[in-house]
């Protein structure tokens, strides 16, 4: 069976949303497509003197509302498809955010597995050196995604500085702290997450300091939700995951050990004293929340009645499918959506751009506070929206968004 194409699941959810939105069909047809896309080859010299030439993209989705933002793939597999839909989704994310910012999102078709450190150096340079003058502050502002880390963003950040003279910090983020990161990128996605659950315990009266949380994915997501789950509130997670397997103890796991372990046999499958579950059973037990923290997809409809979870925080992307968000919402299993439990992300991401323009360093207090803020607005929004409509919160956030970027794009005289 071929795999569902991404971007054509990006157009039927704005779709859906513009149907609830009564937009005009003019302004629905402006809105599916990219404003500019840009398609380049990317010559490298590879360390055995060979040249190779990768494909590469940037898509920028919607820049109404300010430059566009978003992440930048290294990926055997990347399609131009996919780059559009994590485009618009990162629209319709940082919009839902009140972030003064677009969206847009880019990708190379590579193995960053099978390239030595010079080689990917030299292939982040040539990506900006093929973009350099579709970027920056005010146009479009990459970040890390999978397969693309810190240190590749120091070495485009370098390169567009050459290109400008200037030391353009502010042109991308997810740096390393000593060339203008930002204090708390790291726990930024969980951390925006479990402020999102917070106000959704408030507003389902669980108490969270007796919650039970199982948590699917320990990589960066799924490992800190263990960690803040724990440190912020005081839940027992009694069940985590990943791609070997999961385990369960109904007496808790720790956090620090699940690390140890994860880091000393590569899965939390191996944490002593607890039951070996597989990753389907860990999503149908019986815990007040569940955290969906690894792929896509892994909520169907033939696992979704089975979900006894009171809340379900996706930290991936796209984890419940259509079919399955309509079970969950008849079964009143409250679903925190991708694009808002997982934009700490980008939120943080944002805030690291302002202090690059401000010449400052926020604290880690700082930092947390304001996307305290944000996330608290955002699933308050959201809520209001679902409760408005008496629609799922995944339709509610994209009402919430697209308006904002319809407004804008109306108030620019674009439509
Ligand atoms: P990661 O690569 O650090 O971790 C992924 C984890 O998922 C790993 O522990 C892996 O073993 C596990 N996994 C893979 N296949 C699995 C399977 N079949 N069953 C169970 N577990 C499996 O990735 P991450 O950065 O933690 O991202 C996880 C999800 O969160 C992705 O969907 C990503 O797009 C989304 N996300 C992450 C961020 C971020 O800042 N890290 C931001 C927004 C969204």
């Known amino acids: 069976m071929s795999k569902p194409n991404p971007f054509e699941i990006s157009q039927k959810q704005l779709a859906d949303c513009a149907k609830i939105l009564c937009l005009d069909a003019g302004v629905h047809e402006f809105l599916k497509h990219p404003m500019r896309e840009f398609h380049v080859s990317i010559p490298v010299r590879m360390d055995d003197g060979r040249m190779k030439v990768f494909q590469g993209f940037r898509v920028q989705y919607n820049d109404a509302l300010g430059p566009c933002k978003g992440g930048i793939r290294f990926h055997p597999e990347e399609t131009i498809d996919t780059v559009r839909a994590l485009s618009a989704w990162m629209t319709w994310k940082t919009s839902l955010l009140g972030l003064p910012l677009g969206g847009g999102k880019g990708g190379v078709i590579c193995n960053p597995k099978e390239m030595s450190a010079g080689e990917l150096e030299r292939l982040c340079r040539g990506y ?204 009143k299993v409250h679903v925190i959506p991708d694009f808002l439990a997982n934009a700490g992300g980008v939120t943080v991401s944002y805030f690291e751009m302002v202090q690059n323009i401000m010449r400052y360093c926020w604290s880690f207090d700082e930092v947390y506070q304001k996307l305290d803020e944000r996330m608290t607005m955002a699933y308050q929004g959201v809520l209001a929206a679902s409760k408005k409509y008496n629609i799922n919160m995944r339709q509610a956030a994209y009402t919430v968004a697209v308006a904002r970027v319809v407004d804008a794009m109306k108030t620019r005289g674009w439509v």
């Open 128 to 331: 900006i050196d093929a973009l350099w003058q579709n970027l920056g502050p005010e146009k479009d502002v990459p970040a890390p995604d999978v397969y693309t880390t810190p240190q590749m963003m120091a070495w485009m950040m370098d390169q567009f500085s050459k290109h400008t003279g200037n030391n353009s910090f502010g042109m991308i983020t997810g740096k390393p702290l000593c060339v203008g990161g930002s204090c708390g990128r790291g726990d930024a996605t969980a951390r925006g997450g479990m402020y999102a659950l917070r106000e959704a315990a408030k507003e389902f009266n669980i108490d969270l300091s007796k919650a039970t949380v199982a948590i699917q994915g320990y990589g960066n997501a799924g490992s800190y939700a263990h960690s803040l789950a724990k440190e912020l509130f005081g839940c027992k997670v009694v069940a985590v995951s990943d791609s070997k397997g999961g385990v369960f103890n109904a007496a808790g796991i720790d956090a620090d050990e699940a690390a140890r372990v994860k880091a000393q046999t590569s899965s939390v499958a191996n944490i002593p004293n607890c039951k070996k579950i597989s990753n389907e059973e860990l999503l149908e037990l019986n815990v007040d929340i569940l955290v969906a923290a690894a792929l896509e997809n892994v909520i169907t409809k033939d696992n979704a009645g089975k979900v006894k979870a009171k809340v379900i925080v996706e930290l991936a992307n796209g984890p419940t499918t259509p079919e399955a968000d309509a079970i969950l919402f008849q079964n």
